[in-house]
T-cell receptor, first 112, second 114 residues
Framework: QQPVQSPQAVILREGEDAVINCSSS?????VHWYRQKHGEAPVFLMILLKGGEQMRHEKISASFNEKKQQSSLYLTASQLSYSGTYFCGTAYSGGGADGLTFGKGTHLIIQP | DSGVTQTPKHLITATGQRVTLRCSPRSGDLSVYWYQQSLDQGLQFLIQYYNGEERAKGNILERFSAQQFPDLHSELNLSSLELGDSALYFC?????????????FGPGTRLTVL
C-alpha cells in the first residue's frame, strides 16, 4: 500500500520552514526520505527506523511517530537548493526482501 | 554522484522491440534494485537482486526480466515494448538486502517507446 504524502505542493520564500508528512495505513518498519530534482536521480536524505531516534542532516530533520505510523520531514530556514520533489519510501517488513514503496511526492518550490 | 552507473542514458525505440538496460552498483554493494518512474504511476519497485539471486519482486510485468551477474552488475530486459513502458528506469544499490540500508540511486535510463 502506497504511503500518503501531504501536502502535495508547497511554495516558500527562502528562509521559511516547511513540514512534509508521510502516512501509512500499514505498520512501518522504516521510512527513507529522498529529494529529486527534475530529470535527475532521487538523492538520499535520511532513514527513520521503527523505534529509532529523530534524524538530522544539516537543517533538515525527520521524525517517526510509531503510534500514528507517520514520518515527518522538517526543513528549517529553507534554501534555494532545497527545491525539488520529496519522496518518502517505506518498508513494511524486516525480512530483507523488499523494495521501497514510494509516496507520490511533495513538490517544494523555494522562491528568493 | 552516488557511485551507481547506468547505461544508456537515453533509449528511443519502437513498439514491439526489446531493450536491455544496464546497471553497475556502488563498489562493495551486493544488492541491486530496479525502479520505474512514470508520471501516472510514480516511482515503483520492480525487482531486487542480492549477490546474484532474485530476492523480491514488485510490480514487474511478465514481459520484463532481470538478472545479476557474478561481477554484480545487473541488466533489466524489457520486451514486446508498449507505449506505456516509456518511463525513467532507475537502478539502486545497497550493501545488504536490508530495509535499514540506504539505497543509492543511479542517474537512470530514460526510455521512450514510439
Amino acid at each position: 500500500q502506497q504511503p500518503v504524502q501531504s501536502p502535495q505542493a508547497v511554495i516558500l520564500r527562502e528562509g521559511e520552514d516547511a513540514v512534509i508528512n508521510c502516512s501509512s495505513s500499514k505498520a512501518l518498519y522504516s521510512v527513507h526520505w529522498y529529494r529529486q530534482k527534475h530529470g535527475e536521480a532521487p538523492v538520499f536524505l535520511m532513514i527513520l527506523l521503527k523505534g529509532g531516534e529523530q534524524m538530522r542532516h544539516e537543517k533538515i530533520s525527520a521524525s517517526f511517530n510509531e503510534k500514528k505510523q507517520q514520518s515527518s520531514l522538517y526543513l528549517t530556514a529553507s534554501q534555494l537548493s532545497y527545491s525539488g520533489t520529496y519522496f518518502c519510501g517505506t518498508a513494511y517488513s524486516g525480512g530483507g526482501a523488499d523494495g521501497l514503496t514510494f509516496g507520490k511526492g511533495t513538490h517544494l518550490i523555494i522562491q528568493p | 554522484d552516488s557511485g551507481v552507473t547506468q547505461t544508456p542514458k537515453h533509449l528511443i525505440t519502437a513498439t514491439g522491440q526489446r531493450v536491455t538496460l544496464r546497471c553497475s552498483p556502488r563498489s562493495g554493494d551486493l544488492s541491486v534494485y530496479w525502479y520505474q518512474q512514470s508520471l501516472d504511476q510514480g516511482l515503483q519497485f520492480l525487482i531486487q537482486y542480492y549477490n546474484g539471486e532474485e530476492r523480491a519482486k514488485g510490480n514487474i510485468l511478465e514481459r520484463f526480466s532481470a538478472q545479476q551477474f557474478p561481477d554484480l552488475h545487473s541488466e533489466l530486459n524489457l520486451s514486446s515494448l508498449e507505449l506505456g513502458d516509456s518511463a525513467l528506469y532507475f537502478c539502486a544499490s545497497s550493501m545488504n538486502p536490508s530495509e535499514t540500508d540506504t539505497q543509492y540511486f543511479g542517474p537512470g535510463t530514460r526510455l521512450t517507446v514510439l
